[in-house]
């Protein structure tokens, strides 16, 4: 889609303008990241509970700060509790607990077994007031299941996503990239997040479908993350089966929104906007799973230090109706102030000063 001339020339002057160490934006816009240097996991998760305002938190979800692997299926959880990360030994960070105890939470579910999350990160949450337990498994997959299991027993969705990197790429994003927009769908429909290997459906996966209640799937990606052979599978098995899936992990994440009823963002009241390309996005990803159910607002992605032309399109097809309607959040960003900026200006919205 050709950008409107006038857009066009916004942003050419924003690429332009040096972004101050320390931007705000207007009120439309919550912007989590405040500089051009993305702070560590820990304090974006916390930004994130920060801005999400869930009633009555007697539960949160805790992760592990420096690994995505037992964090992939964690969506289905935030439809009532925020995502935390916590380093995987060591001490609970001093803002880490101040948000604990600004939540007032009772129970701590924690992702992942003590190779994950140390017992001593365990004694400390409970030496805070909180029960804990655990889910995990012997694998990423296993821990997705016990998730599915214990969490989300009764749905009749799963969605399927692909649990590492295709064989010898040196992208390990590819592993997370696809479930970023889906962590936010898994949150707001209670479908829980299974994995598999790309060229076989992986067989605790299989087992787990096999006897479990569900009828549908909803494979995230194309065939390069999830091939056909684990689609025909999952149709043998009596599966009634939808890809979701465009030819970049960034299409990949409008797919998903148009699941959720939101070709583009004329749909929606409010959109989120997180990084997609780098190694460390995965947590504002999934740590926004919780903002994207509570306020319904799909989650798409950013590529380094631009916007891809799908997520463009999809933002600038509300018309520029939001800048015509009031006040109100219209954007979450989980990005640099720049990217966050691009966003605003390709929906429409004013430009910041």
Known sequence: MRLPPVLGMVLLVMAATPVSSQSSFPADTIAIVKTEETPPNVEIAIALSEATPLPDVRTIVVGRNDEFADSLASGVLQADKPLLLVPGEGAVPEDLRAEIQRLGPERAILLGGTAAIAAEVEAELAAMGL?????????????????????????????????????????????????????????????????????????????????????????????????????????????????????????????????????????????????????????????AAAHSALFDAPIVLASTDTLPQETIDFLAGNGARWAQEGTGVRLTCVTVPSLCEEARLALGLPPSQ
Do not use: N
């Open 131 to 287: 029960a804990t337990e655990r889910r995990a498994g012997g694998s990423r997959f296993e821990t997705a299941i016990a998730i599915a299991t214990q969490d989300a027993p009764e749905a009749d969705t799963i969605i399927l996503s692909r649990a590492f990197p295709a064989p010898g790429a040196t992208d390990p994003t590819q592993a997370f990239a696809d479930t970023l927009a889906a962590a936010g769908m898994s949150a707001d429909s209670g479908w829980p997040v299974l994995l598999t290997e790309t060229e076989r459906l992986t067989a605790s996966t299989r087992d787990y479908l096999a006897t479990s209640g569900a009828t549908r799937v909803e494979i995230i990606g194309g065939t390069a993350a999830i091939g056909q052979a684990v689609e025909d599978e999952l149709v043998a098995m009596g599966m009634a089966v939808e890809r979701l899936a465009g030819p970049s992990r960034a299409a990949t994440a409008v797919a998903i929104a148009d699941k959720r009823g939101a070709a583009d963002a004329d749909e929606v009241a409010q959109v989120i906007l997180v990084q997609g390309q780098e190694q460390t996005s995965w947590a504002g990803g999934y740590a």
